[in-house]
Each structure stands twice: as structure tokens, then as C-alpha cells.
T-cell receptor, first 113, second 114 residues
Framework: AQSVTQLGSHVSVSEGALVLLRCNYS??????LFWYVQYPNQGLQLLLK??????LVKGINGFEAEFKKSETSFHLTKPSAHMSDAAEYFC???????????FGKGTTLSVSS | ETGVTQTPRHLVMGMTNKKSLKCEQH?????MYWYKQSAKKPLELMFV???????ENNSVPSRFSPECPNSSHLFLHLHTLQPEDSALYLC?????????????FGPGTRLLVL
């Protein structure tokens, strides 16, 4: 079975600081991994996804994530936080049948000036 | 309209009411999904449709009834709901059912059951 664990339900950074949101996965098959962002009162927007083509994945808005099989991790980073990055971030893995995304509980990112 | 749209955006209903949520995708996709997002809980898959056929029913109570009349539209019919059903209901679509496919989400319907 597949599962995702997001460490830290809330992360706070200063504007311009490094953003690091942690995600660890469990999968019985080679995983397909996704990061989504949700702004208040909106749906989920894809930031990036890993589909085995490259271990370092670049996404929108300056975010990137690195797939590390040995650590079963897919952490999301951004070198310099912006106020507009404040949102909730979800890591997800596809189930084995390909019929569903299995989501973590989410991490709320706060950015202060 | 572009992407995935959902109506209504907000809904308040009593436990004896019957209402429906509507989802429409303008992406030419063949798979559609309903997810439930409750406070303090991960998003949960409810139903999956592929080419208008239901392929997964994730142990959802019968007071939730999905309908997919064509590949562009998905409905969630609600009746005799409970207060614990209050949540954000998200619709999503993907090109096809496959592990590498991206799911595109609508803005959701915020449901409050009184």
C-alpha cells in the first residue's frame, strides 16, 4: 500500500528565507509523487510531479523537489520565500491501481515580512 | 470557462434536504474524481469515474450518490446528510486513469450540514 507523511503541520519562514517542506512516502511499487498547493478558498494546484525521468524536479513559482529513494523522501524547497507563497502544501503519491492520489495531511506555510 | 469548475461554491443544507453538487471539466479528460477535504484530515477519495463508468467507490455511505452522464460532467447527489459530512468537496479530472497522470482540481464546494 502507498502512504505519505508530511513532517510539520506548520512551517514559518521570513520573506527571503529558504523554504523546506518535508515529505516521506511509502510505496510497494516505484512511486509517482506530486506536490500541490492550496490557497485559501481555492482548489489544489499542481506545483510539480516526479515520474522517474529525473530525480530533481523543477516546478512552478521557483519550487523544486528532489526524489531520494534511499531516504524515501520527496522534500519541497524554494531558495527564497515570498509573501505570496503562504498557503497549504500537500504531498501525494498515486495508488498502485492509478485510480487515486493518496495525500499527506498538509503543511501550512506562513511567510512573515 | 477553463479547467475544472464546480457549483455551487457554498452550500448550507439541513439533514433532511436533498441537494446536488455539479462539476464540469473543460479539458477533454476521460477520468473524473470526487474527494472530500475535512478539517484536520487528509483529502479522501470518494469516487472515481473513467469514460463514464464508476471504477472505485471508496466505502462511501449511500447518502452520497454520484452520477457521471458524460465525460465532461460529474454530479454528487446528497440526501439525509449528517453534520459530520460538512467539508470541502473537491472535483478533479485527469486525461486518463494512470499512475503518472496529473489530476486537475476544481475550486471545491464548501458544504455545511446543519
Amino acid at each position: 500500500a502507498q502512504s505519505v507523511t508530511q513532517l510539520g503541520s506548520h512551517v514559518s519562514v521570513s520573506e527571503g528565507a529558504l523554504v523546506l517542506l518535508r515529505c516521506n512516502y511509502s510505496s510497494s511499487v516505484p512511486p509517482y509523487l506530486f506536490w500541490y498547493v492550496q490557497y485559501p478558498n481555492q482548489g489544489l494546484q499542481l506545483l510539480l510531479k516526479y515520474t522517474s525521468a529525473a530525480t530533481l524536479v523543477k516546478g512552478i513559482n521557483g519550487f523544486e523537489a528532489e526524489f531520494k529513494k534511499s531516504e524515501t523522501s520527496f522534500h519541497l524547497t524554494k531558495p527564497s520565500a515570498h509573501m505570496s507563497d503562504a498557503a497549504e502544501y500537500f504531498c501525494a503519491v498515486t495508488n498502485q491501481a492509478g485510480t487515486a492520489l493518496i495525500f499527506g495531511k498538509g503543511t501550512t506555510l506562513s511567510v512573515s515580512s | 470557462e477553463t479547467g475544472v469548475t464546480q457549483t455551487p461554491r457554498h452550500l448550507v443544507m439541513g439533514m433532511t434536504n436533498k441537494k446536488s453538487l455539479k462539476c464540469e471539466q473543460h479539458l477533454g479528460h476521460n477520468a473524473m474524481y470526487w474527494y472530500k477535504q475535512s478539517a484536520k484530515k487528509p483529502l479522501e477519495l470518494m469516487f472515481v469515474y473513467s469514460l463514464e463508468e464508476r471504477v472505485e467507490n471508496n466505502s462511501v455511505p449511500s447518502r452520497f450518490s454520484p452520477e457521471c452522464p458524460n465525460s465532461s460532467h460529474l454530479f454528487l447527489h446528497l440526501h439525509t446528510l449528517q453534520p459530520e459530512d460538512s467539508a470541502l468537496y473537491l472535483c478533479a479530472s485527469s486525461q486518463r486513469l494512470a499512475r503518472e497522470e496529473t489530476q486537475y482540481f476544481g475550486p471545491g464546494t464548501r458544504l455545511l450540514v446543519l
